[in-house]
C-alpha cells in the first residue's frame, strides 16, 4: 500500500513523520526508546554495536545492535547538567549531587555513619565590592531598608543586582574576579591547613599526620553576575572518613581557621594594559555548624537539598545567555588558515569571531557590559591562557560549579555506575536470560559512533507526551504528601 498520498496531505511535518513512525515495524520500540528518556530535551543519537561474552564457554550472552532498530538509531539521555538546557538530566544529576552531599553528612554509600559526628560547617564565599548596585537591604532584625536609590524594590525586580553608576563600575576587577575564583578557592584550601595548624599551635606535619581537611563545594551566581560558594567542610581522622577526628579538633577550630583563611587568601593579577587586581574574598563570610540529624537549623538534609539546587544553576540565573558565543568555524579567533597557511577572514562570523553578535544579545545592559569585558580581556596577550572570550558567557568564570575533595563522600561516576548496573540487571531479567556466575569473567565489545542530537519530529511529540505524564506524576505525587502532612 503506498502512503505518501495520505501523508502528503498532513499538513503538520511533526505529525506527517509520527505518522510514518508509527506504521514501522516496531512502533512500540521507539515509543520506549522515548519513555526511558524520562522526558529528556535533546537526546544524543548513537549508530554502533555491543556485545558480552563468557570467556569460559565462549557463549554470547547479550549481542545489541542499532541496526535492529526500527529507526536505525539508538537515544541516550544527554545527561546536561543545566535546567535551562534540560530539566529531566539536570533533576538526575541533582539527586546524584544531594546523595553526594548527605552521604558525606550522615553517611551511606560506602561512607561510615560515624560520620555524622564529625565537626562540620557550612560556608559561604561572596565577591568583594566593584561598585554599587540596587539591592534590598535589611536591619539585624529583618526590617526592610530602602536601597541607596531611595527605591524599595520588589524581589523580582529586573534593576536588583546592577550598578548605581555604571560608568564608575568597575567591570573589568569583577570579570578578572570571577575568571580567578576557583584559583582564589584552591589558595584558600593552602591556607585553611595553615591557619588550623597555627591555631593549634602544631606543625602542619604534625596536623596531617592527626587530622584531614574534607570538602564539597557548589558555585552560585550572584544578580550582580558575580559567583560566590557554598562549601561543606569536615574534620576526618587521618584516614578519612572512616576515622574519628581527635578531641582537640572542634567546630570552634573549624570555624576560626575558615575565617582567618578567608581573610588572607589572596591573588594579584598582573597586566600592563589595565594594571594590577588584587583577588580576595568579599567581607560577607558566613559559617555555620551543620547540626545532626533533626537538630537545630542547619540539618544533613537541608544543606544536602541547598546545594543539590545550586548545582543544576548556570550564569543564566545573572541574567545571561546558556550558551556559548565563540563562532565554531574559526574558534573565536576571526579568521581561518587557508591552503597557503595565511589568515582568511571567516565568512561566518565576518570576522568578529562572535557566533552572533554581543550587541544584538537580548540581556541587561549590565550583563552585556561583562561579556564585552571578558570578551575584550580575552583578546589581551596578558590573558591569552585564560581564554575569556571563551567563557564571555559566563561572565569570565571559567571553574567547576561543584567540586569535592576526594575524601569526602562517594563520587557521581559511581552513582552513576550503580545506576548502570541496575538497568543492566534489569535488561538482563527481562530478556530471560540467566544470571552470570560471580566466578565467570566476561567481556564485552562495542564500537559506538555519535550521529547526531535531537529527536525527530514525530518523537518530538512523544517526548513532549512523557515530559506531560512525568509532570502530572510528580504533581499528583506531592499533592498526596501535602495531604498526608495535613491529616497528621
Known amino acids: 500500500m503506498n502512503r505518501t498520498p495520505i501523508l502528503r496531505h498532513i499538513i503538520s511535518p511533526a505529525v506527517r513523520d509520527l505518522v510514518e513512525l508509527a506504521n514501522l515495524d516496531n512502533f512500540d520500540r521507539v515509543t520506549e526508546q522515548v519513555r526511558n528518556l524520562r522526558g ?10 555491543t556485545t558480552t561474552t563468557d570467556t569460559a564457554t565462549n557463549t554470547v550472552l547479550r549481542s545489541y545492535s542499532t541496526a535492529d532498530e526500527p529507526t536505525g538509531r539508538l537515544l541516550t539521555a544527554c545527561g546536561n547538567r543545566r535546567s535551562s538546557r534540560c530539566p529531566a ?26 560520620v555524622r559526628t564529625h565537626p562540620r560547617v557550612f560556608a559561604t564565599f561572596t565577591a568583594p565590592s566593584f561598585g554599587p548596585v540596587h539591592n534590598r537591604p535589611t536591619t539585624p532584625t529583618g526590617k ?13 525586580a529586573p534593576i536588583l543586582g546592577t550598578p548605581l553608576n555604571p560608568a564608575t563600575y ?32 602544631m606543625t602542619q606535619k604534625a596536623l596531617k599526620a592527626a587530622l584531614r581537611i574534607s570538602f564539597a563545594k557548589v558555585a552560585e551566581y550572584q544578580e550582580r553576575g558575580l559567583v560566590h560558594f557554598h562549601a561543606v567542610i569536615r574534620f576526618d581522622g587521618p584516614d578519612g572518613h572512616t576515622t574519628a577526628p581527635p578531641a582537640w579538633a572542634t567546630v570552634d577550630a573549624l570555624d576560626h581557621a575558615v575565617k582567618e ?47 543539590a539546587k545550586y548545582a543544576t544553576k548556570s550564569a543564566e540565573g545573572s541574567g545571561t545567555v546558556d550558551r556559548s558565543l565563540v563562532c ?15 589568515r582568511d577572514l571567516c565568512t561566518d562570523c565576518d570576522g568578529t569571531g562572535q557566533a552572533e553578535p ?105 517526548a513532549a507526551q512523557a515530559r506531560h505524564e512525568i509532570t502530572q506524576a510528580r504533581e499528583h505525587a506531592e499533592c498526596a504528601k501535602t495531604e498526608g502532612e495535613v491529616w497528621q
Open 40 to 49: 529528556c530535551t535533546r537526546p544524543v543519537n548513537l549508530v554502533g554495536w
Open 89 to 114: 538530566c539536570s533533576r538526575l544529576y541533582a539527586a546524584d549531587t544531594y546523595h553526594l552531599i548527605k552521604a558525606g553528612l550522615s553517611g551511606g554509600k560506602t561512607v561510615a555513619e560515624s
Open 144 to 156: 526592610r531598608l530602602p536601597c541607596r536609590c531611595g527605591e524599595h524594590h520588589p524581589e523580582d
Open 170 to 201: 568597575d567591570y573589568t576587577g569583577a570579570v578578572l574576579w570571577n575568571a580567578h575564583a576557583g584559583a582564589l578557592w584552591a589558595r584558600f584550601t593552602i591556607y585553611l591547613r595553615r591557619e588550623l595548624a597555627a591555631h593549634l599551635g
Open 261 to 307: 583563611a578567608a581573610r588572607r587568601a589572596v591573588l594579584t593579577v598582573e597586566s600592563d594594559t589595565v594594571g594590577d587586581h588584587r583577588i580576595a574574598w568579599g567581607e560577607r563570610i558566613d559559617v555555620r555548624e551543620i547540626t545532626a540529624l533533626g537538630d537545630g537549623e542547619l540539618t544533613d538534609q537541608k544543606v544536602a537539598g541547598y546545594v
Open 328 to 342: 565554531h568555524p574559526c574558534g573565536g579567533r576571526g579568521y581561518l588558515r587557508g591552503p597557503d597557511n595565511f
Open 358 to 462: 554581543l550587541k544584538d544579545l537580548r540581556v541587561q545592559r549590565h550583563v552585556r557590559q561583562m561579556i564585552h569585558t571578558a570578551w575584550a580581556l580575552g583578546h589581551l596577550p596578558e590573558f591569552a591562557e585564560l581564554k575569556l572570550w571563551k567563557w564571555a558567557h559566563m561572565l569570565g568564570f571559567r571553574g567547576h560549579f561543584s567540586t569535592k575533595s576526594r575524601a569526602y563522600s562517594t563520587t557521581l561516576g559511581a552513582l552513576r555506575d550503580v545506576r548502570r548496573t541496575w538497568r543492566t540487571e534489569q535488561a538482563r531479567a527481562r530478556a530471560g536470560l540467566p544470571a552470570p556466575d560471580e566466578n565467570t569473567t566476561l567481556v564485552t565489545e562495542s564500537s559506538w559512533q555519535y550521529l547526531a542530537s535531537g529527536y525527530r519530529p514525530g518523537e518530538e511529540l512523544l
